[in-house]
């Protein structure tokens, strides 16, 4: 099983990017998906989720409106497409997979909102 999340960098206040997570050695269209994330000495915090069929999305208030999660299961891959970004997103961003039998993580990205 493997989860390798991309896209991560450097940005400037307001600027956007957009984290990939490819998914391998699992069946991708059977498990929820969910971006997390960690800043330093905070807890790790949901950021948003997706329902295996891209159906039904829920995120976090701090990002509701500038962050949009999607999925394409022909490609095993989520994304995250975060605009507007503010230096308060800065962190290390991890993609999960999950069903009720199991889950697995991404090894993370790295976000940095900075000027």
């Known amino acids: 099983v493997q989860l390798v999340e991309s896209g991560g960098g450097l940005v400037q206040p307001g600027g956007s990017l957009r984290l990939s997570c490819a998914a391998s050695g699992f069946t991708f269209s059977s498990y929820g998906m969910s971006w997390y994330r960690q800043a330093p000495g905070k807890e790790r915090e949901l950021v948003a989720s997706?329902?295996?069929?891209?159906?039904?999305?829920n995120y976090a208030g701090s990002v509701k409106g500038r962050f949009t999660i999607s999925r394409d299961n022909a490609k095993n891959a989520v994304y995250l497409q975060m605009n507007s970004l503010k230096p308060e997103d800065t962190a290390v961003y991890y993609c999960?997979?999950?069903?009720?039998?199991?889950?697995?993580w991404g090894q993370g990205t790295q976000v940095t909102v900075s000027s």
């Open positions: 999960k997979a999950f069903r009720t039998q199991d889950s697995y």
């Open positions: 997706i329902s295996s069929s891209g159906g039904t999305t």
